[in-house]
């Protein structure tokens, strides 16, 4: 069941890990594990929730009503968030290898794989 105050309303980005997560028709589905963005546009990507009985799941961005202090809102029904996907793993990043030398750096060896 919702909250009866479920706080102010925040920004996508302050919204914490363990925040609930409610479905339209006010059943509570989880928590989020993360926030997904798109850092260098700053848009909402969606969230990646933990549910009751350890699965994640993905929550895309037009499914997320409201992000509040206490709660997260989404516009689908317990029904529907039963059906989300599960997240796809991130691609690899990869850095500037500083201990590359020059020979390194010339034949490919200036980047190393990040976590």
């Known amino acids: 069941m919702l909250p009866a105050d479920d706080g ?5 980005s302050a919204v914490t890990r363990g925040t609930p997560v409610y479905s339209s028709d006010e059943v509570e589905l989880g928590t989020v594990e993360s926030v997904l963005d798109n850092y260098r546009e700053h848009i909402f990507d969606g ?12 929550v895309d961005a037009p499914e997320v009503r409201r ?3 206490l709660a997260v809102t989404l516009t689908i029904t317990a029904e529907q968030a039963a059906e989300l996907p599960p997240p796809e793993e ?11 030398g020059r020979v390194g750096r010339f034949f490919g060896g200036g980047w190393k794989r990040g976590r």
Not at 90 to 100: E, W
Request: net charge positive; hydrophobic share 40%; proline share 10%.
């Open 67 to 69: 992000t509040a202090e």
């Open 90 to 100: 991130a691609p690899p990043t990869f850095k500037p290898n500083l201990k590359a």
């Open 8 to 12: 102010h309303a925040v920004h996508y």
């Open 47 to 58: 969230i990646v929730m933990g549910t009751a009985s350890g699965e994640l799941r993905f």
